[in-house]
């Protein structure tokens, strides 16, 4: 069936550094995406989003990329700090306009 | 931010009893909302589309009689659990949309419930 994943379950970053967290999704119908942050025992917490005619959006140090070509969604945490260590899902719009989760990948900051 | 509020946080309930989930949406009206269920490690998993004044749509393998919704009115659904089990220990998680948005934008969530049947 039609899905969203992530490529990697687990990310360790140096404090300071840049993350870049990845995501494939498979509908290429899917004009929207989302990405979420959830810390642990805390509801999915938004970041930012994403609509099938742009390629790129920038918000506060985090920019999220797609490209439609390759089914490929990716977020990028600029200066990643402490704060930042969480559990970071990608979700797709369905065409039911239900949102479809990716497996989530956990970020951990050294310091 | 538009806020949602799901109550309670946590709760511990005996086998064979049934819980009570609240979700409201606090400062926006919300005609849909969605709840979900995620195991530890693991993704959301959406259980099932509340609808404000009409039937809850289910996905495809949860239980209608175990997971009972109700929508009553544009701030707030809720979920029970009938006749829970140890297996229905999860985290729980309901989300909404501005229905003055439209469909096609961003999902607020709840802060989540922690079920744990003992």
């Known amino acids: 069936g039609e899905s969203v994943g992530l490529h990697l379950p687990t990310l360790s970053v140096q404090e300071g550094d840049n993350s870049i967290i990845n995501c494939a999704y498979s509908n290429s119908a899917s004009d929207y995406f989302i990405w979420y942050k959830q810390e642990s025992g805390k509801g999915p917490q938004f970041i930012i989003d994403?609509?099938?005619?742009?390629d790129k959006r920038q918000g506060q140090r985090v920019t999220v990329l797609l490209n439609k070509t390759v089914k490929h969604l990716s977020l990028q945490i600029a200066a990643t700090q402490p704060g930042d260590s969480a559990v970071y899902f990608c979700a797709e719009n369905r065409h039911d306009y239900k949102l479809s989760f990716g497996a989530g990948t956990t970020v951990t900051v050294r310091a | 931010g538009a806020v949602v509020s799901q109550h309670p946080s946590r709760v511990i309930c005996k086998s064979g009893t049934s819980v009570k989930i609240e979700c409201r949406s606090l400062d926006f009206q919300a005609t849909t909302m969605f709840w979900y269920r995620q195991f530890p490690k693991q993704s959301l998993m959406l259980m099932a589309t509340s609808n404000e004044g009409s039937k809850a749509t289910y996905e495809q393998g949860v239980e209608k009689d175990k997971f009972l919704i109700n929508h009553a009115s544009l701030t707030l659904s809720t979920l029970t659990v009938t006749s829970a089990h140890p297996e229905d220990s999860s985290f729980y998680i309901c989300s909404a949309r501005d229905s003055r948005q439209g469909l096609n934008t961003e999902a607020f969530f709840g802060q989540g419930t922690r079920l744990t049947v003992v």
């Open positions: 994403i609509r099938s005619n742009m």
